[in-house]
């Protein structure tokens, strides 16, 4: 047990090593950082003043080492584009992905385990048919025309919903929130919809599957005939015994919500750290790509890791085959 | 005793059927009979393809070609007259007084050759990966594995975005908008290749055991000839199930990134592109501009996802 952890714990070490030299050399190989800070202006006597003093004379490992250094303690440098220290940028756009993705991942997940108990009791009923139709052709769109379509319905059409931005925002310390004003709360609605519809068939459709295998077994069989009532079978007997899976396929997606927070966001102008990202490529801002990139591994990293364990805390056959990887 | 008259035997002439005979009576051509959903999704990706091959010669216009626009054709609804010119426009014009039905077929053929692209791409890196891993095995199938793995738990849209960005600081400004769809190719290829290699390394596993292949060891065959011409051919089906698949999710990454303005250039505009454009109308009422470069890319997508399902279930009934 200890050998595994240990194990994957240097794996994910090797990984984010990895990631960080791709980050890094995102900065060596794309032009030269003297040409953009020095002016038209410039003597020799000056680069080579300015290049001992950011240490870029100095061999590769060593100027590696010292990107890892600073990546470490959170510092990414200066963007490009707004001259301001890319660690300040992210932490003013991180609530906003943050807040958006908490609301959808919960979307997804009451609605996702909602339906999927629903369509798995009800396994030929007409709502359940149309339930499943409807998620195949869900899954089939990609996710920003979704967000237009939403749009189109619900802005457009119906003028309900803003589409676009935040709404009011109020300051609590260092975190500016959107949950506490009425225009904050209705400008969620539509991107936290877009965001977790994805998620939300996928965790239906695995529940709906476990539940019918769950149903299938003895003891459920068992447990109406002691007489329970139907909903208690359900719930309290079925619907436990399917969760260890759908805790860890919610824990990777996790993840992801992250990642297709991007395209949310641009769909929505919503001002968070995706939308920052896709300025960034379109502008080629490398700091701010290499802390994207940067923070987007640990936290896959960290919450493969976490997944992985959780694995091996749960099922005690993978205790005794020690050599799962 | 009797004489029985012995028949003299004769020459019984067997017709050897055509090959199209062969195909049409085989379980897959059956099966496919069989299913309304894959051969209208069938007709439906022909139907794409072929408009956008032949787009210069079906598209009214060319809508790249600067002397035939009119600005003073700009957002003419489908169907109606330009107030001003009095030209009609099947599916209308956008801002600048493009057709829009030429502009989705000249859109359909980028997004069409990058996804095709991006798939060969893929899957030539994945097959060779994938065989190279099952077939020689020790330290470079655990790198290739490892490497694959750790790409796995990273969304494939989010790699194709990094790799794209990456690509693009690389590349000199003059080029970039020139190199753009060649690094979309790229970008998405790389994110896709470890669906293959893994199904490929599987099967292999199990055909480099048998006998076929000892006695091509026997007989002499160096490793790249057994890896290619004799293991290959036995774990083509199961990939050629993942290629279909893959495709439309290379479609839809396209047009994903392409949307998110980090794919194909103005200047080569895809329906991603279109779509982008057209978002922007949403809200002024020209609805036709995003609309039908929409449509066009779910027919698409859906019609390719539905036939890679079916081809799935129609190759390997135990998938069910």
């Known amino acids: 047990m200890l050998a595994y952890i240990i194990r994957r714990v240097f794996q994910s070490i090797i990984v984010l090593l990895v990631v960080g030299l791709v980050a890094f050399s995102m900065f060596t190989f794309v032009g030269d950082p003297i040409d953009n800070m020095l002016g038209q ?14 240490g870029l004379d100095r061999p590769f490992i060593v100027q590696y080492w010292k990107f890892l250094e600073n990546a470490v303690q959170g510092n990414f440098g200066i963007s490009y584009r707004q001259g301001r220290p890319v660690s300040a940028i992210i932490a003013e756009r991180a609530p906003a992905t943050l807040e958006l993705a908490l609301v959808s991942g919960l979307f ?22 149309l339930i499943m139709t409807l998620s195949l052709v869900g899954v089939s769109l990609p996710t920003f025309l979704i967000g237009i379509l939403l749009i189109y319905v619900f802005s457009v059409e119906l003028d309900l919903l803003p589409s676009f931005g935040r709404g009011e925002t109020v300051m609590i310390g260092n975190w500016s929130t959107g949950f506490l004003t009425k225009s904050g709360l209705t400008a969620l609605i539509l991107p936290a919809i877009t965001l977790g519809l994805y998620q ?15 149903l299938r077994q003895d003891y459920i069989r068992f447990a109406r005939a002691r007489g329970l009532r139907e909903r208690a079978v359900n ?83 993978l205790r005794i085959d020690g050599r799962h990887a | 005793m009797t004489d029985t008259p012995v028949e003299k ?52 216009f060319d809508p790249f070609d600067p002397g035939s626009l ?90 194709a975005m990094l790799i794209f960005g990456v690509a693009k600081g690389v590349t000199p400004v003059e080029y970039r908008d020139q190199m753009a769809i060649w690094v979309l190719i790229v970008a998405i290829g790389l994110s896709d290749w470890v669906q293959f290699a893994r199904v490929v390394r599987g099967a292999t596993l199990v ?15 160096s490793s790249p000839a057994i890896m290619m011409r004799h293991i290959l051919p036995n774990v083509l089906s199961p990939v050629l199930v993942i290629a279909t698949i893959s495709l439309a999710l290379a479609i839809i990454a396209e047009a994903t990134l392409s949307f998110l303005g980090v794919g194909a250039p103005p200047t080569q505009p895809s329906l991603g592109t279109l779509i982008r454009i057209g978002q922007g109308f949403l809200f002024s009422g020209e609805w036709w501009i995003l609309f039908f470069p929409s449509i066009t890319l779910l027919a698409l997508a859906l019609s390719v996802n539905l036939l890679g399902d079916w081809l799935r279930d129609a190759l390997n009934p135990k998938l069910r």
């Open chain 2, 207 to 221: 055909e480099k055991n048998k006998e076929y292949v000892q006695a091509a060891k026997l007989i002499g065959r």
């Open chain 2, 9 to 60: 035997a004769r020459p019984v002439r067997v017709q050897n059927p055509s090959r199209l005979k062969t195909f049409w009576a085989s379980d897959f051509a059956y099966a496919f009979r069989r299913s309304p959903v894959a051969m209208v999704s069938f007709a439906v990706v022909m139907l794409l393809v072929l408009a956008a091959l032949f787009a210069p010669f079906i598209a009214p």
């Open chain 1, 108 to 129: 997804a997940m009451i609605l996702g385990i909602g339906l999927g108990v629903f369509t798995a009791i009800r396994k030929n009923g007409i709502a359940s048919n």
């Open chain 1, 41 to 54: 202006e410039r003597t020799q006597a000056d680069i080579d003043r300015l290049r001992t003093q950011l």
């Open chain 1, 200 to 214: 939300m068939t996928l965790i239906m459709r695995l529940v709906r599957s476990e539940m019918l295998e769950v």
């Open chain 2, 70 to 159: 009119n600005l003073m054709n700009g957002f003419t609804a489908p169907g109606t007259p330009n107030a001003f010119t009095g030209d009609s426009f099947w599916l209308g014009t956008d801002d600048q007084g493009r057709d829009v039905f030429s502009t989705i077929l000249y859109g359909m053929r980028i997004s069409l050759f990058v996804g095709f692209a991006a798939v060969l791409f893929a899957m030539a890196l994945g097959i060779t990966l994938g065989l190279i891993a099952g077939y020689v095995g020790g330290w470079t199938e655990t790198l290739i594995m490892r490497v694959a793995d750790v790409q796995l738990t990273f969304p494939s849209i989010l790699v």
């Open chain 1, 235 to 317: 719930f309290r007997h079925a619907l436990k015994n399917t969760l260890v899976p759908v805790i860890t396929v919610t824990g990777l997606q996790l993840g992801s919500i992250i990642a297709f927070a991007i395209i949310t966001e641009t769909v929505f102008q919503w001002p968070g750290v995706g939308l920052l990202f896709i300025n960034a490529i379109q502008f080629v801002d490398i700091p701010v790509m290499a802390a994207y990139l940067m923070l987007i591994s640990v936290m896959f990293v960290a919450i493969n890791l976490v997944v992985d364990l959780l694995y091996f805390a749960i099922d005690p056959r």
